[in-house]
């Protein structure tokens, strides 16, 4: 038995577009001013602000939580590709699970945390892979249901938003510093 989790179509096209976006964006203003002669003016810093911090963060946010899951026989392996980090561990290894259901704004979805001995936490959600409920019946099968927090990665991705808007700022000066 090999399970590899198997991404949706649409979350890879949302991540097609929401990634590109705010760059084509922030690109066509930036070249438009350069080809002018002109610096970014102060009322346009908080809009191509927003733009370009949004791009930042969806890439960031992207290249930290994008994962592939792998699951043989008595193992599970959790792959970030674009991290290059790998976690490998035996199913007995996965301490606790917890399901959530959560609203969205077209539709409810379901997100299922785990926790490995070691302390990581990891979560899929239903929206993520095709085969979600697949996925989540070995590891359930293979775990007690405890509690874990839903919360457990907002201390990096509030990171990552400070991270993007250091970026932002940096772009921004930069840009009004070379013109």
């Given amino acids: 038995m090999k399970i590899r989790s198997i991404p949706h179509i649409w ?70 590709p674009l991290r290059l980090k790998q976690y490998s561990y035996k199913l007995s290894e996965i301490v606790k699970c917890y399901r959530y259901k959560n609203p969205g704004k077209f539709k409810n979805y379901e997100s299922f945390h785990f926790q490995t001995n070691d302390d990581n936490i990891f979560m899929i959600s239903d929206f993520e892979y095709w085969n979600y409920k697949k996925i989540k019946s070995i590891i359930e099968s293979n775990s007690k249901i405890d509690l874990i927090s839903k919360y457990h990665n907002i201390r990096v991705v509030l990171i990552l938003l400070m991270i993007s808007v250091l970026l932002t700022i940096g772009l921004i000066t930069i840009f009004n510093i070379s013109i």
């Avoid at 949302?14 to 990634?19: E, N, Q, S």
């Avoid at 976006?21 to 002018?36: E, I, N, R």
């Avoid at 960031?60 to 043989?72: A, C, R, W």
């Fill in 11 to 80: 979350f890879i096209l949302a991540g097609l577009i929401i990634i590109p976006g705010p760059f084509y964006l922030t690109f066509g203003v930036l070249s438009k001013l350069y080809q002018t002669g002109e610096t970014i003016p102060r009322e346009g810093y908080f809009p191509l602000g927003i733009f370009s911090t949004l791009g930042f963060w969806a890439l960031l946010s992207g290249i930290y939580l994008v994962k592939i899951i792998i699951i043989s026989n008595d193992r599970i392996k959790i792959i970030f």
